[in-house]
C-alpha cells in the first residue's frame, strides 16, 4: 500500500559527504514520523535520525553535529544530509516511515525501504 524508495547511498572517503533520499508513495493519509536507521554487518539496526510532521528531529548521538535531517511534508519525502563521514558509518541505510493510510479505517503503519549502502572509507 505505501512504497518507500530510496537513493543517494554510495563509496565516499573518511571525512566526506553523502545525501540521502526517500520519497514515500501510495495510500497515504499523513506520516506521522520519517526516519533513517542503519544496519552494519553483525549488528542489530539502529536509529540515526528521525523526524516528525512538525519538524521534531531526534539524532543518535554518534552523529549529532554531523548529520542533518528534514522532510518535505508535500512531496512526502525526507533526506539525510551526511558530513564528515567516518568509517564507522559504514552500513545499509533504511528509510522508515510510520503512515496513517489513507483508507476508510484510517489504519496505522509502518513501512521500510529497501535500503541503501553508504561505504566510508579510511
Known amino acids: 500500500q505505501v512504497q518507500l524508495v530510496e537513493s543517494g547511498g554510495g563509496l565516499v572517503q573518511a571525512g566526506g559527504s553523502l545525501r540521502l533520499s526517500c520519497a514515500a508513495s501510495g495510500s497515504i493519509f499523513s506520516i506521522i514520523v520519517m526516519g533513517w536507521y542503519r544496519q552494519a554487518p553483525g549488528k542489530q539496526r539502529e536509529l540515526v535520525a528521525v523526524i516528525t510532521s512538525g519538524d521534531t528531529t531526534n539524532y543518535a548521538d554518534s552523529v549529532k553535529g554531523r548529520f542533518t535531517i528534514s522532510r518535505d511534508n508535500a512531496k512526502n519525502t525526507v533526506n539525510l544530509q551526511m558530513n564528515s563521514l567516518k568509517p564507522e558509518d559504514t552500513a545499509v541505510y533504511y528509510c522508515?516511515?510510520?503512515?496513517?493510510?489513507?483508507?476508510?479505517?484510517?489504519?496505522?503503519?509502518?513501512?521500510w525501504g529497501q535500503g541503501t549502502q553508504v561505504t566510508v572509507s579510511s
Open positions: 522508515n516511515a510510520d503512515v496513517i493510510l489513507s483508507t476508510y479505517l484510517r489504519t496505522r503503519r509502518d513501512y
